[in-house]
């Protein structure tokens, strides 16, 4: 269990250091409040909660009000862990005031210790306004979902000269724009070594390699919670799926069995008092 909860300077001596910030998804209290004392260093609650608590096909759907929902529980399981709020699609994109309005929204609401949103150049004067506005922000450059459509899909990006370069001068972009850390998604490892070593903020991956300062995965995939698809850079560490599965089916079994609840599993009756409600009955 963590012993107290990092901050931007402790995530930056980390770097320095060549310690690797671990750090997944979670959606509720319990989830984090296990993560926690599993000793996890950072939560994200991020727009994947669409996909693996609401059965969407896609982030796009997810709200404000549900995003703010589930970092509320995440923060009360989770208090001694930097808590981080993913923005999701429409929260930051209409206007600067709005996302700034909405940044805040994650810190009163939900006691957030930063905000994430994707996107580079375009996304700079986002970025600047809500860290002018005393908020840490995290950029998320590469395979960003909330665009996944103008990306083409699902696809890994920046596999080649002309893409690994874009990557990296957007990368550049959200650091001077106020960005304290960036998250880089679904690229080559070399590319995300070249942003690590160019940048002074942490640089973290999904699926982006192992030279990065630190690694987020998204819980449901890494216990094998989630089954409808599993990315390359997954690796499973569980199957709670079949877990939950396999109660399931022993439990139906065994009431249909007529094994369950078992005489262990029922509350008796204080002594004496059986005699006296059959006599009650007669009556």
Excluded at 137 to 143: I, K, R, S
Aim: with cysteine; net charge negative; charged share 25%.
């Amino acid at each position: 269990m963590a012993e107290k909860k990092l901050n931007r300077w402790d995530l930056l001596k980390m770097k320095e250091a060549r310690d690797s910030v671990v750090w997944v998804t979670a959606y509720d209290f319990i989830t984090a409040k296990l993560a926690e004392k599993a000793g996890i260093d950072m939560i994200l609650v991020g727009d994947s909660v669409g996909m693996c608590i609401y059965g969407y096909d896609g982030t796009i759907p997810v709200t404000m009000d549900q995003c703010i929902y589930h970092t509320e529980a995440v923060r009360r399981g989770a208090a001694n862990t930097f808590v981080i709020g993913d923005m999701p699609f429409g929260s930051y994109q209409i206007d600067v005031p709005g996302a700034v309005a909405n940044a805040v929204r994650f810190y009163k609401e939900a006691g957030v210790d930063a905000v994430k949103l994707e996107g580079g150049k375009r996304v700079a004067d986002v970025i600047r306004a809500i860290a002018d506005g005393g908020m840490l922000v995290m950029g998320h450059l590469g395979l960003t979902p909330q665009s996944s459509t103008a990306l083409g899909g699902f696809k890994a990006q920046g596999r080649t000269v002309e893409a690994a370069l874009d990557v990296i001068d957007d990368a550049q972009v959200v650091y001077e724009a106020g960005a304290f850390s960036i998250l880089i998604e679904g690229v080559p490892p070399e590319v995300t070594r070249v942003i690590r070593d160019k940048l002074p903020i942490p640089i973290y991956s999904i699926g982006a390699g192992i030279y990065a300062d630190g690694q987020l995965m998204i819980i449901s995939d890494i216990i094998g919670h989630f089954e409808a698809f599993t990315p390359k850079f997954v690796k499973r560490y569980g199957d709670v799926a079949g877990e939950i599965k396999r109660s399931v089916e022993d439990y139906i079994r065994e009431v249909k069995e007529k094994k369950f609840p078992g005489e262990e599993h029922c509350y008796s009756m204080i002594e004496g008092e059986l005699p006296k409600l059959l006599k009650a009955l007669e009556k």
